[in-house]
């Protein structure tokens, strides 16, 4: 064989002296092939150097065993811990995780999800996607879609995993009410994942505490640590300022951090924060951040559970899974300074 061309199934049949269909037969894990035969294939395609086309293959078996995954922003670190879930689940069963970032952009999130489509992938993913319900739709209508942090009522077909964010940040306001707090404010995302439903958590316990709703302001651009900061200052000129702030996301608490720092006051002794999410960020030592976990490596469990399920042909209507949050307290929050 000319030390130019690649080894073919072919070669590797006539190196292990057996047929060619015996060679994929092999190669496809079937269960009938005698131990010596198949001990004999894997020798062959390994002294060639044969590896199988994956072009080839997915035509025959229809299927790339590719997942893929579309995060709205790779700059925040609670995705990486979704991932690590998605990929030891794929791992197990043999699929390869194809990520791609929309970067927190709706438009840009279409044209990756049209990208990997083209791709061929078996099924998609979207962590906390901005996508509209018409597109997901659409994508749902070409492989199986599991949407991680946002939920799609509309969507039929398609699965959703989420963290129950109403009560999530209901245990954040029960914390800062218990410290003595009642001048608490808010700030959200707007319309980006999850940012709705939080809101809506934060009105209920503040409701439920019998306490007036304090300063909220929201915006999808207030998910980022800039956008945290700039809330934050807001908040800080107000003609009463908080004693506490409640942010949609880690990275939101993080900008807050340190616009307080900024203007001359410290956490907790002036402002108490508490974030959302605990990605690792959270937990760094001079961070210490008080925050809502989310089940993250769990939830990327699920997500991956529920896309092999649909690749594998189970059926049915779309299965949503809500998952319990609980609160992680460290040393941004402590009792106000005045009442």
Known sequence: MPESRRPT????????????????????????????????????????????NAVARSLVQRRTRTMGVLVSNLHNPFFADVIDGLQAVAGRHGYTVLLVSGGRDAAVEAQTVDALLEQRVDGLVLLSPHLPSAQVARAAAAVPVVAVGRRY??????????????????????????????????????????????????RAAM????????????????????GGNAAA???????????????????????????????????PADLSIVGYDNSALAGLRHVA????????????????????????????????????PRLVVRATTAPPATG
């Open 9 to 52: 199934i072919l070669d590797v049949a006539a190196r292990a002296g057996v047929s060619k269909s015996l060679v994929s037969n092999v190669l496809r894990g079937v269960p009938t092939v005698s131990p010596a035969r198949r001990d004999a294939v894997l020798r062959a395609a390994e002294e060639l150097g044969y590896r199988p």
């Open 153 to 202: 009522r509309d969507v039929r077909g398609a699965d959703w995993v989420v963290s129950d964010d109403d009560a999530g940040t209901g245990l954040a306001v029960a914390h800062l009410v218990e410290l003595g707090h009642r001048r608490i404010a808010h700030i959200g995302g707007g319309r980006r994942a999850g940012g709705r439903e939080r809101s809506r958590g934060y």
């Open 207 to 226: 409701t439920a505490a019998g306490l007036p709703l304090g300063p909220e302001v929201a915006d999808d651009s207030f998910t980022t640590e800039e």
């Open 233 to 267: 200052r807001r908040l800080l000129d107000a003609p009463r300022r908080p004693t506490a702030v409640l942010a949609v996301n880690d990275l939101a608490a993080v900008g807050a951090m340190d616009a307080v720092e900024a203007a001359g006051l410290r956490v």
């Open 289 to 324: 951040l008080t925050t809502v976990d989310q089940p993250r490596v769990e939830m990327g469990e699920r997500a991956a559970d529920l896309l092999l399920r649909r690749v594998d042909g189970h059926g049915g209507p779309a299965r949503h899974v809500l998952l319990a």
